[in-house]
């Protein structure tokens, strides 16, 4: 395997000519620096000859390129392409390094590593989504340059010393940061102050989905760490979790363990956000669309204290979610996403401008109304009692936002336009989780019966943890 050195050989021979333009001065720095005679080790005719087999023909296969290089930058220091050279042979022999000692950690940080990895590229979004798959391809993909005092290899190092690993990894590079970067202790200052900044800003989410298998269902889950930053080729920016080691939970057909599931999951999705989740979405296929699901509490009840269990509703921002617009090529899910743009485009919209009303007792004419091309949100006052029915027209008239009740609740849209605006304000569609929410941490009556479809394309698990048959 060639050397770095070997590989910039053409730029070595080029630079010697430079440096030295007459034989005899080359032939002098030979002698007395590296004890052979010039014209012993690398004959020809013309000085290009000469330098080429010195290089090529005595250097290389003898071992000395890295002898020869030294030689000519240490007699001719100031020379401008021995001195780009040399500081770009310094900058290889320390990444050189730093891959060492990543290496020998890898197996067991490998998951702390991409941690640092996705840190130091927080507000930068490469084209290129390909998952590096080695400590080589992080370090390639972090050697670019950065405005201000560091670049994304230093911001790697400092972060990646800040986290807690199983092994000796961080003093390692605590060790490779003081040696190599400039000012090291106010890198990490620097980058103590972006971490500050970003659990300001940051949103953690989580997704449960149930989808079907065989008689049964399954349940998966998901900590999204940041809605607001979040893309779905980031494979370290949402983390999959798991009971038992399990990451498909099985349930029932009448999901009779689902809450005990749900508070689990949690529990674990506080653990790994530091005690925060801002919402929670509940991804149902069709057929369980009306699911009691804001029944789930946040912890499991004690006998005799069913009524101090706080409702998820009552503590975090949960909307609805149809997952069988996860897979497949329907017609209706391309409809969806082509609607769901719509939406997102909408957010600062005036949500009661947005949301149309729809109700009727015959299915046909419900669905014939919701499926409007121009209607991405719809407030439904009709209570069916079969909840695959509500789930199909939902589905198939691809509409991503919507508003109804499971229950006969008196004066319905009175309560729809109580929670399209805050008292006598109107509120932006992206207020709209958060007002549902408060109206149910405020106990109004008959309002945890009242239901948010939400359905934001984005807001997804990896594209590599789904596939055509299962999320």
């Known amino acids: 395997m060639e050397s770095w050195l070997e590989n910039k050989k053409k730029y070595l021979i080029d630079a010697i000519i430079h440096v030295y333009p007459d034989k005899t001065d080359l032939a002098i720095v030979v002698n007395f620096e590296l004890g052979e005679n010039l014209e012993a080790i690398a004959g020809g005719e013309s000085l290009r000859d000469i330098v080429f087999n010195l290089v090529t023909k005595w250097a290389i296969p003898n071992g000395n390129l890295e002898q020869l290089f030294q030689a000519c930058y240490q007699e001719k220091p100031d020379n401008s392409k021995l001195q780009e050279l040399e500081q770009q042979y310094q900058n290889h022999e320390k990444l050189d390094k730093l891959v060492h000692i990543l290496q ?24 290129n989504k390909t998952k590096p798959q080695k400590v080589e391809e992080i370090i390639n993909e972090l050697d670019m340059p950065i405005q201000g005092n560091y670049n994304y290899i230093d911001k790697f190092v400092g972060y990646l010393s800040l986290l807690n690993t199983e092994t000796s990894l ?12 400039i000012d090291f202790d106010e890198l990490i200052q620097q980058v103590k102050k972006e971490q500050r900044q970003r659990e300001k800003q940051c949103h953690p989410c989580l997704i449960i989905a149930i989808s079907k298998s065989g008689d049964n269902y399954v349940v998966e889950a998901w900590l999204i760490k940041n809605i ?21 939970i099985p349930t029932d057909k009448n999901l009779s363990n689902l809450s005990k599931i749900t508070i689990n999951l949690i529990q674990q999705g506080l653990i790994k956000a530091n005690k925060s989740i801002k919402q ?24 005799g204290e069913e009524d101090f269990c706080t409702g998820i509703c009552e503590e975090y921002e949960v909307v609805i979610r149809c997952s069988d617009r996860l897979r497949g090529k329907s017609p209706p899910v391309f409809k969806w996403r082509e609607k769901a743009n719509t939406f997102k485009d909408q957010l600062k919209q005036y949500a009661n401008s947005v949301f149309v009303l729809a109700s009727s007792d015959n299915q046909k004419t419900l669905f014939d109304q919701v499926k409007q091309e121009n209607i991405i949100a719809v407030k439904i006052t009709s209570v069916f009692e079969k909840g695959e029915v509500l789930g199909k027209i939902l589905f198939k008239s691809a509409v991503p936002l919507a508003l109804w009740t499971r229950q006969q609740i008196p004066d319905i849209e009175e309560k729809f336009n109580r929670i399209l605006k805050n008292e006598d304000n109107d509120i932006s569609l992206r207020e709209l989780p958060s007002q549902l929410k408060s109206k149910k941490a405020q106990g109004e009556k008959n309002i945890n019966h009242l239901c948010l479809l939400w359905d934001d394309p984005d807001l997804l698990p990896p594209e590599q943890l789904l596939t055509e048959n299962k999320l």
């Open 104 to 127: 020998g950690y890898f197996e067991i940080e490998k998951t702390i590593i991409f941690t640092a990895y996705e840190s130091s590229l927080y507000q930068v979004r490469k084209l």
């Open 170 to 181: 961080s003093n390692d590079l605590e060790k490779w940061g003081k040696e190599n970067i």
């Open 228 to 248: 607001v930053q979040y893309h779905r080729e980031s494979f370290s920016d949402c983390e999959q979790l798991k009971i038992e080691n399990k990451s498909e």
């Open 280 to 303: 929670i979405h509940v991804l149902l296929p069709s057929e369980l669309i009306n699911h009691d699901f804001d029944s789930w509490k946040t912890e499991e009840d004690e006998e």
